[in-house]
């Protein structure tokens, strides 16, 4: 027990650890609350006690892809599919901006519809609003990737999941990890702000895995993490999967902001699908970003990735109310920037 506090408190003055430090930490739960408040407190020293908003909209759930955790996998024939058009995802964006959001994030499936061009058009649409923009469209080419930059793009989320090459390989059928990995490697060349993350409790993941992942994480200099509990859906083949880890989720996420402190860490909707406080508890163990959904209408509750996710019946505006009031109501504040890593929010 002193000695995991000691590799605490280590941590939070060097901002590394080695993997065996970082395995013992995720294995012994008697110094979870201890962990907890040090990532609070490299939170609110690194990116001050203002959760920045991401306004995300789900523009296609529509996928070629058949990555057995997800249920937008292409074989799943129970889901009710959708895209939508340019004009109704900026008219979301829009309204999005009059509710106060600074920040778009354009998710979907990998939707061979959306083409280079179509894609770029909205990608100008969104920016000429004066909103920093955020895209997650899976895995393209170089000159994709350098087309959405040369537009406005200002930011790319692509998951990782695990960076177990075997476990990756076995989960996500007909990808390539190393394709994965050499994505986000021509994100960082291009200039983005690149985001990436992992779920925690797929079958056969491991304590030494995640230890792997974080030292990824810092290997790459993330500039976002997303890292969720992995909730199995019924429509895919993992159904009969344990997954539901909230609390070695939040310790993941927890390590992740002690090793790189001044980075985005949005509290996932998963964390709030499996406990009511969720996202208030990921506030609290190092997390600094929320993403309300802003698309409007049957479509929020189509983009069905997993059961139980949270507010699919509600409307972009009260959302926003209620996140500003869960917000308020730890001492925390909205951000009125952009949510850039570091100081650089003046766009």
């Given at each position: 027990m002193i000695k995991l506090l000691e590799i605490i408190n280590k941590v939070k003055t060097e901002h590394k650890l080695s993997k065996q430090e970082i395995i013992s930490l995720l294995n012994n739960n008697d110094i979870n609350q201890e962990l907890f408040?040090?990532?609070?407190?490299?939170?609110?020293?690194?990116?001050?006690?203002?959760?920045?908003?991401?306004?995300?909209?789900?523009?296609?759930?529509?996928?070629?892809?058949?990555?057995?955790?997800?249920?937008?996998?292409?074989?799943?024939?129970?889901?009710?599919?959708?895209?939508?058009?340019?004009?109704?995802?900026l008219d979301f964006a829009s309204?999005?901006?009059?509710?106060?959001?600074?920040?778009?994030?354009?998710?979907?499936?990998?939707d061979d519809y959306y083409t280079k061009n179509k894609i770029i058009k909205i990608i100008k649409g969104i920016k000429s609003l004066d909103l920093a923009l955020t895209l997650s469209i899976g895995e393209k080419t170089y000159d994709e990737y350098k087309a959405f930059r040369d537009a406005g793009t200002d930011r790319y989320l692509l998951r990782i999941e695990t960076t177990d090459k075997t476990l990756y390989e076995k989960l996500d059928p007909g990808m390539s990890h190393e394709n994965r990995l050499d994505c986000l490697r021509n994100l960082k060349k291009l200039g983005y702000e690149v985001g990436t993350g992992v779920m925690v409790g797929l079958p056969n993941q491991t304590i030494e895995s995640y230890a792997n992942d974080i030292l990824y994480f810092k290997e790459i200099n993330a500039d976002m993490l997303g890292i969720g509990p992995f909730i199995p859906n019924e429509d895919t083949p993992l159904a009969g999967c344990k997954?539901?880890?909230?609390?070695?989720?939040?310790?993941?996420?927890?390590?992740?902001?002690?090793i790189l402190p001044d980075i985005n860490i949005p509290a996932t909707t998963a964390m709030?699908?499996?406990?009511?406080?969720?996202?208030?508890?990921a506030l609290q163990s190092g997390a600094n970003v929320v993403m309300p959904n802003v698309t409007e209408g049957e479509y929020r509750k189509y983009y069905a990735l997993y059961p139980g996710k949270i507010c699919t019946g509600d409307t972009p505006v009260h959302c926003r109310s209620c996140i500003t009031g869960k917000i308020n109501s730890i001492g925390r504040t909205v951000s009125t920037n952009y949510g850039f890593r570091g100081n650089k929010n003046t766009k």
């Amino acid at each position: 027990m002193i000695k995991l506090l000691e590799i605490i408190n280590k941590v939070k003055t060097e901002h590394k650890l080695s993997k065996q430090e970082i395995i013992s930490l995720l294995n012994n739960n008697d110094i979870n609350q201890e962990l907890f408040k040090a990532a609070d407190e490299i939170r609110k020293k690194y990116v001050s006690d203002e959760v920045q908003l991401r306004g995300l909209i789900e523009f296609t759930n529509i996928c070629k892809n058949n990555c057995l955790y997800c249920g937008l996998r292409r074989d799943n024939k129970n889901l009710v599919k959708y895209r939508l058009t340019e004009n109704q995802i900026l008219d979301f964006a829009s309204k999005a901006k009059s509710f106060g959001y600074k920040t778009i994030v354009l998710q979907g499936g990998e939707d061979d519809y959306y083409t280079k061009n179509k894609i770029i058009k909205i990608i100008k649409g969104i920016k000429s609003l004066d909103l920093a923009l955020t895209l997650s469209i899976g895995e393209k080419t170089y000159d994709e990737y350098k087309a959405f930059r040369d537009a406005g793009t200002d930011r790319y989320l692509l998951r990782i999941e695990t960076t177990d090459k075997t476990l990756y390989e076995k989960l996500d059928p007909g990808m390539s990890h190393e394709n994965r990995l050499d994505c986000l490697r021509n994100l960082k060349k291009l200039g983005y702000e690149v985001g990436t993350g992992v779920m925690v409790g797929l079958p056969n993941q491991t304590i030494e895995s995640y230890a792997n992942d974080i030292l990824y994480f810092k290997e790459i200099n993330a500039d976002m993490l997303g890292i969720g509990p992995f909730i199995p859906n019924e429509d895919t083949p993992l159904a009969g999967c344990k997954g539901k880890e909230l609390t070695m989720a939040l310790k993941v996420m927890a390590i992740t902001r002690l090793i790189l402190p001044d980075i985005n860490i949005p509290a996932t909707t998963a964390m709030e699908s499996l406990n009511t406080n969720g996202r208030l508890m990921a506030l609290q163990s190092g997390a600094n970003v929320v993403m309300p959904n802003v698309t409007e209408g049957e479509y929020r509750k189509y983009y069905a990735l997993y059961p139980g996710k949270i507010c699919t019946g509600d409307t972009p505006v009260h959302c926003r109310s209620c996140i500003t009031g869960k917000i308020n109501s730890i001492g925390r504040t909205v951000s009125t920037n952009y949510g850039f890593r570091g100081n650089k929010n003046t766009k």
